[in-house]
């Protein structure tokens, strides 16, 4: 079962059995396209007169978040699918020759889905950031709301990066791919802060 089949009961369900997956990699991808959803709901809402002048940009955002929502969910079912891989491995002896071979790889290829679900982060914070006075106050709080989620993503997504290289033995890799996620993860909390207070009533 995908996350866009689960219902929501059943995805609490799931997330908190004993299992390995869902995990902390489909709240990521849940909470990303919740950003997207709340984002395009103000943009539903401020397709009114008095803002005409920007019905070309919120279009663009709109279809921007549509597809992001799409991404997002099929990042947070691609990281469980990259977990499994190394789950497979850590079973293993920490000897047999085919973990040693393969481990930094599989870390490498799972550490890859939460870097991309933060730079996606990213860009929907960017989407919004760009909406800054352009959109109807009255939903400037669910525009604070949809920042604060995709800050959140990205946090989440930081903390699957961090504990999958905490396993990596090749250090210049796995210095490269932490400074690569906290560099996004500031940009993130910089972007979210600014939507925030830029919606502050």
Not at 47 to 66: N, T, Y
Not at 101 to 112: H, K, M, P, R, T
Not at 115 to 127: A, D, G, K, N, P
Request: one cysteine or more; hydrophobic letters at 40%.
């Amino acid at each position: 079962m995908t996350l866009g089949t689960h219902t929501l009961s059943q995805l609490l369900d799931d997330l908190a059995a004993k299992q390995p997956t869902p995990g902390g990699g489909a709240v990521a991808g849940v909470l990303l396209a919740l950003s997207t959803a709340l984002g395009n709901m103000v943009l539903a809402y401020s397709c009114k007169k008095s803002l005409e002048e920007h019905h070309a940009l919120h279009a663009d955002c709109m279809r921007f978040l549509l597809a992001s929502k799409d991404e997002a969910i099929e990042l947070g079912d691609a990281d469980a699918a990259a977990y499994e891989k190394v789950s497979v491995l850590w079973k293993l002896p920490e000897d047999d020759e085919t973990r040693i071979e393969q481990w930094d790889s599989a870390l490498s290829d799972a550490i890859q889905i939460p870097l991309q679900t933060m730079e996606l982060s990213q860009r929907i914070l960017i989407t919004l950031k760009t909406l800054h006075d352009k959109t109807n106050t009255m939903l400037s709080s669910d525009l604070a709301i949809a920042a604060i989620l995709a800050e959140a993503s990205s946090r989440a997504a930081y903390w699957n990066v961090r504990i999958n290289t905490s396993q990596m033995t090749d250090d210049t890799q796995k210095t490269t791919l932490n400074e690569r996620a906290e560099t996004i993860l500031n940009s993130c909390k910089e972007i979210a802060e600014f939507v925030e207070s830029s919606c502050s009533v």
